[in-house]
């Protein structure tokens, strides 16, 4: 399955690409280069395969998700723009990033531009008659209120506890984990059932599938921050430059209080990295487990759709979050 999912990508992706520059057209050349930087630098393509994936299952067609997955990928990639200037990051996916190629106040402009374009995009589905105008009307609202908006009120969150000294309490860090990542995937999830012309009951959930592999996949991205993965392809160590206050943090100072000092706010060296590891097995476990725990709960949500290629996928989607290789 995994090799019929790869090549659904890259289907997928050519149909994305071509979707896209239909969004761009009448964007000056130089302003779609920037606007289209980091789409083309490539990409997991993870929310419009989710959508893809969940719009076949519910007995839908799959390719009449084009021109909502284009938008809801660029919904990612759009933040990335404004997450640079904060994080003043001089590379993205290895490339220097649209802040260090085209300064600060370029990169802003052009990621106000890209998130208009995306919602007048899902507008146009519904005025071509891509979408009834009752469905490209909720994808559009739901894309508000369902995915930006929390995960926007998420991000500042993060940042405020990045910034103190305190330690928060757990369900606080639980929250802001889940809904930095979740909203998208939930959304992307839902999305492929609306498509579809699913009922609120099937909605449901894929919505809970969406959330539950968006918390699992966020998990899995903090313990890889930590413990690195198998190809070392994932710098370690960041989130505790940053101090960021992730679940494996949050429970390291909880039951060890004063230990993070020793560790946030600095480039650690591999050995201080292995050293945390070594101390803190058991929370690494703990997270690991929790991560599988969701995944679980992830597939058990696709039990009430009936036996398909498609639903195969979205099964084979969770096993490869669960094997991102630790």
């Not at 890259?10 to 239909?22: F, T």
């Not at 990169?107 to 589905?125: E, F, K, V």
């Not at 696709?302 to 099964?315: A, E, R, T």
Request: hydrophobic share 40%; proline share 4%; with cysteine.
């Amino acid at each position: 399955m995994e090799a019929e999912l790869a090549s659904l990508v890259e289907n997928l992706s050519n149909a994305i690409d071509l979707e896209i520059e239909k969004m761009m057209e009448g964007v000056p050349a130089e302003l779609k280069e920037i606007l289209t930087y980091y789409h083309k630098l490539g990409g997991k393509r993870f929310r419009p395969l989710l959508m893809y994936l969940t719009c076949g299952a519910a007995g839908g067609n799959p390719e009449n998700t084009i021109p909502c997955a284009a938008s809801y990928e660029l919904l990612h990639t759009f933040s990335l723009y404004h997450d640079d200037i904060i994080d003043r990051a001089e590379l993205r996916r290895g490339a220097p990033s649209v802040y260090k190629k085209w300064g600060e106040e370029t990169t802003i402009i052009a990621g106000d531009i890209l998130h208009a374009l995306i919602h007048a995009h899902l507008i146009r589905a519904g005025l071509e008659g891509k979408y009834t105008p009752e469905i490209a009307s909720r994808l559009l609202v739901e894309a508000v209120y369902g995915a930006e908006l929390p995960t926007g009120w998420a991000a500042i969150k993060e940042m405020e506890l990045a910034k103190s000294d305190e330690v928060p309490d757990v369900d606080t860090v639980v929250w802001v984990t889940k809904t930095k990542t979740a909203p998208i995937l939930e959304l992307s999830a839902w999305a492929g059932g609306v498509i579809a012309g699913a009922d609120e009951n099937t909605l449901r959930y894929l919505r809970e599938f969406g959330d539950k592999i968006g918390f699992a996949y966020q998990l899995v991205d903090d313990l890889l921050d930590v413990i690195g993965t198998s190809r070392g392809d994932k710098p370690r160590g960041g989130d505790f430059r940053e101090n960021k206050k992730t679940l494996i943090y949050t429970l390291a100072e909880q039951r060890n209080p004063g230990i993070m000092k020793k560790y946030s706010g600095r480039e650690l060296s591999d050995e201080e990295i292995e050293e945390f590891i070594r101390d803190h097995a058991d929370i690494l476990e703990e997270v690991k487990e929790k991560a599988s725990q969701l995944l679980d709960e992830a597939k058990n949500a696709l039990d009430i759709f009936p036996d398909s290629k498609f639903k195969h996928g979205l099964l084979s989607l969770v096993e490869m979050i669960k094997s991102r290789t630790y």
